[in-house]
C-alpha cells in the first residue's frame, strides 16, 4: 500500500486521538471549552483509567 493513500488516514486519525486525549485529559479548569461539568462527567472514568487526576 503507497504511502501516499495512508497518510491522510493516519493524519486524520492521529487529529481524532488528540482531540479525544484534550477531552479526556484536560477539558476541565482554566483550559475548558464548556463551561459546566458536562464533559467531565462524560470522561469521568476514561480520566482515571488513563491516570488523569481529577478530583
Request: hydrophobic residues 50%.
Amino acid at each position: 500500500m503507497p504511502v501516499r493513500t495512508v497518510l491522510p488516514w493516519a493524519v486524520f486519525v492521529g487529529l481524532l486521538m488528540l482531540i479525544a486525549l484534550y477531552f479526556v485529559g484536560a477539558e476541565q479548569g482554566a483550559t475548558s471549552l464548556f463551561s459546566g461539568t458536562g464533559v467531565h462527567e462524560w470522561v469521568h472514568d476514561g480520566r482515571h483509567l488513563l491516570g488523569f487526576p481529577c478530583h
